[in-house]
């Protein structure tokens, strides 16, 4: 046999397809651990998709804010709206998750937002929302007032 003919020679074909289907396992197992693995971490990030940027800072744990709102459950029914009234609430007595999100807006914004179960109501749901849902929103910020809670408190010490 030649040089030429050994260079040349035809390979074992099984033993290509044996390659192949391994590294299809190899990469499909780690696709696989990789969406394992980040789901937990989905259950407890909050997502803020900005629809229209707001302006200024953004809202702090001691501020009130004036905001339009409408819940949706995955299902897509509503349990709650303003319904197009501006509703005031301090942003540190909202549950975990609404607070996360609105330390990420700014006045005049709007952004829809997921909040994961375990960061909504978890077990405790009030009426209306079934046990461990996760929630929808849409947002609009009408107005930040700066250090809301402390001036509220202040107010009811006199």
């Keep these: ?29 780690g696709l696989l651990l990789a969406w394992w693995g980040t789901q937990s971490v989905r259950e407890r990030v909050v997502q803020v998709d900005t629809v229209q940027a707001g302006k200024g800072p953004r809202i702090q744990a001691q501020d009130g804010v004036l905001i339009e709102y409408e819940g949706r459950l995955d ?31 700014q006045e005049g914004g709007q952004y829809k937002i997921r909040i994961p179960a375990k960061l909504a109501y ?22 930040i007032v700066p250090n809301a ?5 202040g107010a009811q010490q006199q």
């Excluded at 030649?2 to 290509?16: D, I, L, Q, T």
């Excluded at 009426?127 to 009408?142: C, E, Q, R, T, Y």
Aim: glycine share 8%; net charge positive; no cysteine.
């Design 122 to 143: 978890g077990e405790q749901s009030p009426p209306g929302i079934p046990a461990n849902s996760p929630l929808n929103f849409d947002v609009k910020v009408v107005k």
């Design 1 to 29: 046999m030649s040089v030429a003919e050994a260079a040349h020679r035809p390979g074992n074909k099984r033993r290509a397809v044996k390659l192949w289907l391994g590294f299809l396992i190899v990469i499909a197992a």
């Design 75 to 105: 299902n897509g029914t509503v349990f709650d709206s303003s319904q197009g009234r501006p509703v005031p609430l301090l942003a540190s007595q909202v549950i975990p998750g609404f607070a996360q999100a609105l330390s990420r807006m």
């Design 149 to 153: 809670a402390a001036m509220m408190q």
